[in-house]
């Protein structure tokens, strides 16, 4: 299965391309929580890269319909698509609501919750470098592990930065503005370990 | 594969009228927005709609589990049917809460966000209409590329909207209200797109 | 297709396994509802029933991925799988949140949709144990049909419990953390009828 023609070995490039760009997101997403100065170039770069995200997903999608002989699995590969495009979403949509909500200088939650999207699609990026070839599968499964350690500290921060939102008499507006980002930021992590599942997945189907 | 057989094209003719629903029922919460008055009987309307809707996803999903052979991949008819039957969900879903949360007369945003809804089904429904026959692929496109401009349309307007509600000092549980009312129809919408993105899919494939 | 080699089997004894854990947890977590004492020690056996159903999705999903022949169709196994586990992680994340949020003693409108849960999840657990023979179609549907009841009534209860939220000049705070328990609730039994639909349909494919 992995002594792959020329033709087939596109999607693990535009898997590469695609979790590259996720990464590349949640980092813009990062650098614009540790320094909320230009926010709208930021936002703007942002969302650029949400829609490089969109062409390489659609690009996926019609090579998926056009060819009859995938290297993965058809859902495998479409799950993996999608999801790796809505990782790309979700960290524009937070940046978006940063800009649109007003909400003055991230909170250190916030920024926590960014540093832990940084890693977790850099275990992505890691990952999926090595998945067209199977004598990696140790390594590939250790950055699926690595994943799910990013998906654990995302729920915890959270849950952290809820409870200081309702501890500390924050006026409601903030509290739902601040919940609605966090929660997107969160989801967006939960998405990486989606990803990482169907990674394990594959790697597993192909032992 | 598009010369169908009649048992086949049945398929075709339940999708036709699980559009048409979706798109009675966004008229329906249309008229509902532009004119809050008999707020029960409208919404007892939608209710209607929405039990229809379940029966024709019922219908298919029951007849896909029957079919051996089936015009379109599975996994694209499974994905149609239950997205189709979101759609009339969420309309209903949206209906629901502007009677309970009694939040008096929609707002301007509210009956934009119903607009888009109403042109992103009007939009499906003009493309289950030629899907039957591949010599319209190019037509189909189209109204799949109308529907990608409504849920743009969509996203604009919810972001404004919220934009709004922080805005204007609006009282917290007004805020908790709408965002909810607006976040189901911007949904809606976005489901519409997951729509079209699987009937591009199915186009592509059998090109 | 039921006359099933023993390695197959295994597939239905781990849905029986993940749907009893289901259940579990939810009686568990209508227990923290009855009685909000001991919060701590109650959140933390959630807690632990919640990764024993990740153990279990886990194991389903590996032999998945091994086995060439399944007893149904991948696409169902998986969807049973990731349901029911999705039912257990909203079980345990509405828990986590009546401690996090400090709300209290639960609303009657929580523990209301605590014991619609409990009921859905039993439901499920009766529907799994037919499910390797055929024979028992008849009353598998009828365990599917009041998981169905279940979920209505679910909906049904969280439309009084935001009305009463937003009728009872409840401090905002407050509204958003209800709403939140309410939702991730009536959520869960939602999926409920997810897997109720997949087990449907798996039935139908047979008959």
Not at 69 to 77: K, Q, V
Not at 133 to 150: G, M, P, R, Y
């Amino acid at each position: 299965m992995f002594s792959l023609m020329p033709r087939e070995k596109v999607f693990f490039e535009l898997f590469n391309k695609s979790a590259a760009n996720a990464h590349a997101t949640a980092k813009a997403l990062q650098a614009l929580l540790e320094d909320f100065t230009d926010v709208d170039t930021k936002v703007q770069r942002i969302k650029d890269l949400e829609h490089a995200g969109d062409e390489i997903a659609h690009e996926i999608f019609d090579r998926l319909a056009k060819t009859f002989i995938t290297p993965l699995d058809r859902e495998d590969i479409h799950a993996i698509t999608s999801e790796l495009d809505n990782i790309t979403d979700m960290a524009d949509s937070a940046a978006s609501r940063l800009m649109l909500y007003k909400v003055g200088v991230p909170t250190d939650d916030a920024r926590a919750l960014g540093r832990v999207l940084v890693r977790a699609t850099g275990s992505l990026v890691e990952a999926f470098k090595l998945l067209d070839n199977l004598k990696n599968s140790e390594a590939i499964l250790k950055h699926c592990i690595d994943v799910h350690t990013q998906e654990n500290e995302g729920d915890r921060i959270n849950h952290h930065a809820l409870a200081a939102l309702f501890e500390n008499n924050t006026p409601p507006a903030d509290i739902i503005k601040w919940k609605d980002i966090y929660h997107i930021m969160e989801t967006a992590t939960d998405v990486c370990e989606d990803v990482a599942n169907v990674v394990h997945t594959v790697v597993v189907k192909n032992a």
